[in-house]
């Protein structure tokens, strides 16, 4: 059995102070799915992230990572320093990067690879906009992005977690139904397949797209969905229980 996985991406919120004091927050709740935690800050919270899980069972993720190893490129972060402040993993590929920052298949995949290089453990971002969802073309976008992202991976597919994220889905209130997600989630899981093989029943696939203490049973009860990224309501202590403890 996949062990659930409850990640909170914090996007661009949240101060280093204001980073630590939520930390102590979350080290008080209860874990009773005995999911694994996880918390992704913004980079520069990173290192108080890391100070205040210090004998904490949550785990420390980064939003992104370069995929050079070092190098002319103002304003990236590299795989070498998230280890060395103690990050285990790294979100890659999220929709907002493909947005906004220029993020393609191709960059995504380049950036998986580095991240494993250097020990940390990818979640990595897919997902079809609303336009491609009403054309039906939902499982080719996701399942071609999979593939892509994951191009030369090889065993290293152990370490990878897949986050399902329905564009349309995200900070919008609008989440994919229960069956949306897992169905969704199962053609991202034959892809795995087609190339990975067996290996796909111990890939993690995690559903993203305001997710909250509301919808959270639900999803996790869907057997493709091993657990959620989630974005606003992480941001709270009292948010985040309600989905952790699902
Ligand atoms: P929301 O939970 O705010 O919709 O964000 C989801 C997300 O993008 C997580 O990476």
């Not at 102070?17 to 800050?41: F, Q, S």
């Not at 493909?98 to 380049?110: A, I, K, L, P």
């Not at 054309?135 to 990878?160: D, F, M, P, R, S």
Request: with cysteine; hydrophobic share 40%.
């Amino acid at each position: 059995m996949r062990k659930p996985m409850i990640a909170g991406n914090w996007k661009m919120n949240k101060t280093p102070a204001e980073t630590k004091a939520l930390i102590e927050d979350l080290k008080k709740l209860g874990n009773k799915n005995g999911a694994d935690v996880v918390v992704c800050p913004m980079t520069v919270s990173l290192a108080a992230a890391a100070e205040a899980l210090k004998g904490s069972e949550i785990h420390l993720g980064a939003q992104n990572v370069h995929f050079a190893d070092h190098g002319a490129y103002t304003g990236e972060c590299n795989a070498a320093s998230l280890k060395e402040l103690g990050v285990e993993y790294v979100i890659i590929g999220h929709s907002e990067r493909r947005q906004y920052f220029g993020e393609t298949d191709e960059t995504v995949n380049q950036r998986v690879l580095a991240a494993l290089a250097a020990g940390l453990k990818p979640i990595v971002c897919v997902g079809e906009v609303l336009n491609e969802r009403q054309q039906g073309i939902t499982n080719e976008i996701v399942c071609k992005q999979t593939k892509v992202a994951l191009l030369n991976v090889g065993e290293q597919i152990e370490n990878v977690i897949v986050a399902y994220e329905p564009v349309w889905a995200i900070g919008t209130g609008l989440t994919a139904t229960p069956d949306q997600a897992n169905e969704t989630i199962a053609a991202i899981r034959g892809a795995i397949r087609d190339v990975f093989g067996d290996a796909a029943d111990r890939v993690r696939i995690l559903y993203g797209g305001s997710m909250n203490a509301k919808n959270a049973h639900d999803l996790m009860a869907q057997p493709e969905i091993d657990g959620g990224l989630i974005g606003g309501a992480s941001l709270s202590a009292e948010k985040f229980d309600g989905v952790i403890n699902f």
